[in-house]
């Protein structure tokens, strides 16, 4: 079953070390982050801010261990990642569920991969109950709305219970109001399972919200350009002054003040 709150699965130390990254494409190189350096300590909740398109879904992809880094290291547990595992997993933007299966047979996907479903099977419904979708066990994603889809894709990586949860601007492409409705489900999982969550996000409010620590990136290629610590209690709320004054001194730091 999936861990309970008193018994949780303690979340993963990400450590980040001298990180840079580049690209070639057709003889020319592109840098994409340049020495990259932070901790995520266990079960903390970190947001990676910063403007499109600058490297912050690369640096996933390389603590994710799809690829590995140019220069420096990145370690989990103090263990140097070197490819995938399933304590690592990764929630993309698009769910990319799978049309022809059922909502039960997307979430099952990890558990068959690892030849485990038989044995686990009634984690599924477990995890479908705590994202609030078991009533759609056997529903087909054209049969979802978009935030219903977005539940499938993390309730598929809840299943394998995670020690860090990689978030690449997962509600990014929902509208307003879901969107706000499930940064308060992201939230409340993240508390319920205990793992460590880095979430990928240009949103500063967003960022404000969920995280203890925002952690501001330069344009491309990627620099840390400076750690700003939430020290809010949760639930957050968007018109409590101390939240209001947080934000604006994170937009202004980002060269953002007309959107005050």
Same mark, same amino acid.
């Given at each position: 079953?999936?861990? &309970? ?8 130390? *990400?450590? *980040? ?9 057709? %003889? &020319?190189?592109?840098?994409? #982050?340049? +020495? ?6 266990? @079960? ?5 801010? %910063? ?9 996933? +992809? ?6 590995? /880094? ?44 690892? @030849? ?6 009634? +984690? ?10 078991? +009533? ?30 990689? #978030?690449?601007? /997962? ?21 319920? !399972? ?5 979430? *990928? ?5 967003? !960022?404000?919200?969920? !995280?203890?620590?925002?952690? *501001? ?11 700003? &610590? ?31």
């Amino acid at each position: 079953m999936v861990a &309970a709150a008193a018994e949780r699965i303690p979340g993963m130390r *990400v450590q *980040v070390r001298q990180v840079s990254h580049h690209f070639t494409s057709n %003889g &020319a190189r592109l840098d994409v #982050l340049d +020495r990259v350096n932070f901790t995520a300590e266990p @079960g903390s909740f970190v947001a990676l801010l %910063g403007p499109s398109g600058c490297g912050k879904s690369t640096l996933l +992809r390389l603590i994710a261990g799809l690829e590995q /880094p140019s220069e420096g290291k990145i370690g989990a547990d103090g263990v140097r990642i070197v490819a995938p595992d399933p304590s690592r997993l990764l929630v993309f933007q698009d769910p990319t569920l799978f049309p022809w299966r059922t909502v039960r047979q997307n979430v099952s996907l990890g558990l068959e991969a690892r @030849g485990v479903l038989q044995r686990d099977r009634g +984690r599924v419904l477990e995890v479908l109950r705590l994202v609030g979708l078991e +009533r759609f066990a056997d529903a087909l994603p054209n049969e979802l709305s978009g935030g219903m889809a977005q539940r499938v894709a993390l309730a598929r990586v809840l299943v394998n219970d995670p020690r860090l949860l990689l #978030l690449d601007e /997962p509600l990014g492409r929902l509208d307003a109001l879901t969107r706000m409705t499930m940064q308060t489900e992201l939230l409340r999982l993240w508390q319920h !399972a205990g793992f460590t969550s880095l979430l *990928v996000t240009h949103d500063v409010e967003e !960022a404000l919200l969920l !995280a203890q620590q925002v952690i *501001v990136f330069t344009q491309r290629p990627a620099r840390i350009a400076e750690h700003v &610590a939430v020290d809010l209690p949760y639930p957050r709320h968007r018109d409590d002054p101390a939240f209001v004054a947080l934000r604006r001194e994170l937009l202004e730091r980002l060269n953002l003040a007309h959107e005050l």
